[in-house]
């Protein structure tokens, strides 16, 4: 074996070249055997599996998942680490093996790659590369070392070739140096920059996320998912990632300017606060120099109006006292004559009697047609209550209330009679029936005899049911049988048994029995001629026999149904005579209330009569009564009007003197309010002096009046306090004894209000002058920081423009990329539709709006289109066609996907569960389709098979490989049989019989 120097102390890139796959060993990667397994290198790879039952359990996922990641697949998210590597090490409890192996700590993939026109030894030997991938169960997950020759395990056995496969490891050097290659640099190191494995993967050993686009029908796909699908084939995935991340990275320097641009804000918000507060208190300042001239010039007003008011107050006050005066002597008078009119007793009893009398009258005329309203009401009632009971009382017919009553009376004891009757034929009814019931079931005669001895076992009938008579022989014969017709026919030692039925007969032998009867007879109802016994039969019916018997109670049950019958139909008759009489009763009745009301209507006619009459009588008194009544009334009301006169005079008096007093009363508190001592202590000077200030006012200020500088003082030095201490400040800014007055003049009504504004000056005006030269300091500190705060905002708005800027450029190439890699695969696809029996195709692929989430990916969509005919125009994918045609372009589209990714370097197309989705009348054109693509456009694919695909493949495929495991007792798999193609045999052997022969140097 030739020896290659080893690697270089930094990391190869691209380090497979233009070399394909010509072998695979694997080492404790599921239960596959380590035996090696060749690799052509295009056309369709077929892995078939033989388990313990079928092809499932033999590895196949395993194996092309191993290949996957020697070819670094993407799906494996190498980047992060390839964490699911670890799940195709051998695992003991998964194997059913974990009282017999322990799980596997690290395994080895090792593929040997070659040039793909390498066939012979020497070519081989002087161009392999031999990849080595440690697989571990803890992290790192997957570690690469190579060699420039071949440098595989070898020996006879499973063991030997595992036990190997660690020093051969060692042997390698690592491939950076002091460290091995990770995951993440695995396919930069050995493939470049270049795709060189595609897989759909769709099993528990390492599942896609992709869309297989041959694991279900095409036109059930979405146009995302098959856009997902086709990224993944042609590494465009990579490129959506990236622009992803381009995103994600604007968002995140937009969110860094958005905070920049929030906290800038939030300082200038609080620092405007602050320089408010110095702008306010500035104009304070201004504001409380106008206030104190203005509340000077007000004293002044003050002060001479004051003294003006007191002198004019003093002489309204007198003048009031005067008038007081008059108004009292006033009052005195018109009190007593409002006494005087008031006072008149006799006046007030003669209109009362009259008044008094007359309502007397009225109200006994009005009880009078009351009762008349009320009698006539009832009279019409009973009228109509008499024509009711006349029209019963025609059901009398002419019988008078005793006569009915004791009809009813006759009628119920003929009802009683006809009752007792019926019970006595019910109970005839019931006897007759048990009779019947009894002859039928023959226990009419001597029942308690025959009960009595068949219950001791003896056998016993009646005498009459075992004599039969003919109709010729009754005459004769049932006179003799009269006084046997209850004896038992039994053995004579039933006797004893009979003691407990007193007057029991047995007869023990009926043949002497009648015998004997016949020798005693006569004739003529002679029985017993010795004894002179004679006896009377004639019955209707046969006293012997049971039929005779029956018939004889069948017509005693009838004649009790017809007395039955009669006694019904009497006690009917009685009831319909009692209804008869019960309506007689109610008819006299009727009658004679019908004459109780007339009665009554009599009697209330009369009563309104004399009601009429007492009305007469009542109308004279009433009209002179009425008279009076009305006289008085007008008398009452003439002195009413002339009390309410003098009591108005009396009561506009009193108001008068009241609001003299009120006047006089407010004039005083007017003089005491003006508080001139006061005003001159306000004004501190002289009324002379006030005078002279006022004269250097203008003229709008001279005309102003006292209210009007009250108004103005008042707003000038609210006005200068809300510029010192806005409204909203936290109370704890003002000082203490601002809060005291601010209580103070709280309500805008009052004194307090206008007197503290001289307090509302000072204690502002000290506020300001303490803090006059704070504020200089600190507006000068504020514009420092807005400088450096602007200067760090500006910064982060530039980053974010070039953030912009980049992912915007990103996004145009990375759309320029897509819309180039689509074209490709939409051209590969029309050609490869075209080269194997189609009439060609393309692929629609709008581009998208990038979403403004930065978690959301840009997602594109594909709608494949095809003609379904020469010339037609293409039609889209979601049309229903055939499944066949569906099934040959999901082929195609992945074919084309997979050349499109490749650029010029071999490729591996991994599938697994191959032609899952076709029917058996497809799946033969889906395999030969895959091998004619690989063939011809340099792709090696290769598909695990379920056991209905194995016999399509075999014929159809360069290399056929079969995984075995027979039983589940075996831990690994037995070697693969592997099988080349007719045009592949001899490589496949070659390329077997190199590997089995390595041995190191020694």
Known sequence: MTTAPAPPDGPAEDLVGSRVLAGVQMVNISRLSTHPVPITARGLITVAGQGPSDSNGAGKSSFIAGLSLLHADEQWRLQSGAQAAAELLFTAELAGQESMHANADRGYIIGVFVPPAADSYDELEAAALTVWLRINRQSPHVELRWAHRLHVPYGETENERAGGADALWDALPKGNGRTDIRANRLARTLYGSTVRCVSFLSTSVRASLTANLLAQPLNELSPERIFDAVGALTGLTREIELEQKA?????????????????????????????????????????????????????????????????????????????????????????????????????????????????????????????????????????????????????????????????VQAAEEQIRAAQRAKGRTEHAVGVAAEALAAAERGEDVAVAQVRLLREQGITAVPLVDVISLAEEERAEWETRLLPYRHAVVAPAEAVPLLAALPGSLLVEDVDGFRAALADRAGKDGHIDTAAGVHGVAGFAEALTGRAGRISAARAGRERAGADDRAADEAAEQAQRARSRAEEHLRGSRAEAAATRVQNDIQRLRARNAAVDDELRGLAGALRTAKDGYEAALGERNARARQIEAATTVLANLKRERENNRARWTELREQRAELDLPRLHAAWAGTVETAEQHLTTLDEVEQRRSPADWDELCARQADEARAACFPPGDPEQNRPEELRVVDEQRRDRRSAAYVRLIPDVLRIVGGFLTEHERVDRDNATQIEQERAGKTRTLRGAQAALEEARLA????????????????????????????????????????????????????????????????????????????????????????????????????????????????????????????????????????????????????????????????????????????????????????????????????
């Not at 995140?252 to 906290?263: G, L, P, R, T």
């Not at 490709?824 to 393309?842: A, C, H, I, P």
């Open 807 to 1002: 992912s915007e450029a990103l996004r145009a190439t990375t759309a320029k990329a897509i819309r180039t890699k689509l074209r490709q695969v939409s051209e590969e696809f029309d050609r490869l539709d075209q080269t194997y029996g189609g009439y060609g195709g393309s692929l629609d692929f709008p581009e998208p709006e990038a979403p403004a989430d930065p978690k959301k990916p840009w997602q594109w969509t594909i709608t494949p289109r095809w003609r379904r005919g020469e010339g037609k125009p293409p039609s889209s994918y979601r049309l229903r066609g055939n499944t066949a045609q569906m099934d040959d372009k999901a082929v195609k589209l992945v074919c084309a996907a997979a050349l499109a990714g490749a650029q010029d370097r071999p490729l591996m197309l991994v599938l697994d569960e191959l032609g899952r989705n076709l029917g058996s009348a497809h799946r033969r054109d889906a395999v030969a389709l895959f091998e004619n693509i690989g063939r011809d456009r340099a792709i090696s694919v290769v598909g695990a098979l379920q056991d209905d695909m194995e016999r399509y493949a075999i014929g159809a495929s360069s290399l056929y490989i079969k995984l075995r495991r027979p039983s589940d007792v075996m831990p690994y798999n037995q070697s693969p049989v592997v099988i080349g193609s007719e045009a592949d045999t001899a490589r496949v052997q070659l390329l077997t019989d190199w590997m089995t022969s390595f041995r190191p140097p020694t």
């Open 247 to 407: 995103r994600a990275q604007e968002y995140e320097q937009a969110a860094k300017a958005e905070q920049a641009q929030e906290e800038y804000e939030l300082w200038d918000g609080r620092m405007r606060v602050v320089e408010q507060g110095i702008a306010d208190r500035q104009r304070a300042r201004t504001l409380l120099a106008g206030a104190e001239d203005s509340w000077r010039a007000r004293c002044a007003r003050y002060l001479v109006d004051g003294v003006h008011e007191a002198d004019r107050i003093a002489t309204a006050v007198a003048a009031q006292e005067s008038r007081l005066d008059d108004l009292e002597q006033q009052v005195a008078g018109a009190s007593e004559e409002v006494d005087r009119l008031s006072d008149d007793q006799a006046f007030e009893q003669s209109g009362r009697a009259r008044i008094t009398a007359y309502e007397d009258l009225k109200a006994a005329e009005k009880a009078l047609h009351d009762e008349h309203s009320q009698n006539v009401g009832k009279a019409e009632t009973l009228t109509e209550q008499i024509g009711r009971l006349r029209e019963e009382a025609a059901a009398a017919d002419g019988r008078t209330e005793e006569q009915a009553a004791a009809e």
